[in-house]
């Protein structure tokens, strides 16, 4: 198993872990991206996130972790995991524990103040992995509000 | 009142902005931001937010909205809304709807895919004007993570 970068040759792999993990948190219809928009939006003149890949001995891309850089007024450049995935056949191996500090150290290296992620309230299993390897800081006190892009151009027509 | 995009010598009341609002949510402990660290980060090489201020007609400067780019794996890129504030002598007076639809227009003209902010579960006032005035969709069913740079600094090393 090896952690490295993400190429973008890798954006077709990591597209359908991102759909793999959607599944499971009961929105695959909510997953509008596609490789050609993943390619323009990490790999453009300004590129708006980065990832990592776990790949196997056979080549092929089991995991991924994905991150931007968030700004928070309380605590400045934070690093924000979007998402961590490991596909279903190769859980319970250790893998996400390796993307996961690669990530960390990603967010060290780049000075930020912090690494900040969301977990779904019914996913014990994650939350459990937070809590045990990281001693992760849980808030469940936010709600997360959005408007489509169809509702803004309606409110500044 | 004006709103206009803000410049480096706004920061100092756009600090005294956000932590106000961050006393009003209670935390206000938790803010290790410092005007230098926002002239850094706005106003750097590579400037990770943006934000607006509302501007009375003695110059002072009664309100702000700070936003930057998020990723989404599922909708690509979109405008977070970190934090939109008025001064509490300045509410009820339409002030907070200026910011509102500025940063929503920033947002449309950005080609994002939508715009997304976070809200405290009990601040009623603001949850209903979301509701009221943008139909925003609410989810209340994702927990904040977060890990300090310490604890980062401790796992990597």
Redesign the interface.
């Given at each position: 198993m090896t952690i490295r970068e993400g190429i973008k040759a890798d954006l077709p792999q990591v597209l359908k872990l991102?759909k793999e993990l959607?599944a499971y948190e009961k929105?695959a219809d909510?997953?509008?991206?596609t490789v050609e928009?993943?390619v323009q939006?990490g790999f453009g003149d300004n590129p708006?996130?980065g990832f990592y890949v776990a790949v196997n001995d056979k080549d092929k891309i089991v995991g991924t972790s994905?991150y931007?850089?968030?700004?928070?007024?309380?605590?400045?450049?934070r690093l924000?995991l979007?998402?961590i995935v490991v596909t279903e056949s190769e859980r319970g191996s250790g893998i996400g524990k390796l993307l996961f500090?690669q990530t960390?150290?990603k967010?060290?290296e780049e000075n930020?103040?912090?690494?900040?992620?969301?977990?779904?309230?019914?996913n014990e299993q994650a939350?459990n992995f937070?809590k045990k390897y990281?001693?992760?800081?849980?808030?469940?006190?936010?709600?997360?509000?959005?408007?489509?892009?169809e509702?803004?151009?309606a409110?500044?027509s």
């Open positions: 991102i959607a929105a909510q997953v509008d991206n928009m993943m939006d708006i996130f994905i931007y850089y968030r700004y928070s007024t309380w605590k400045g450049k924000y979007e998402d500090d960390i150290k967010g060290v930020c103040s912090g690494m900040v992620w969301q977990v779904l309230d019914w939350i937070y990281y001693s992760a800081h849980l808030d469940g006190e936010w709600i997360n509000c959005s408007i489509s892009i509702q803004m151009r409110i500044v």
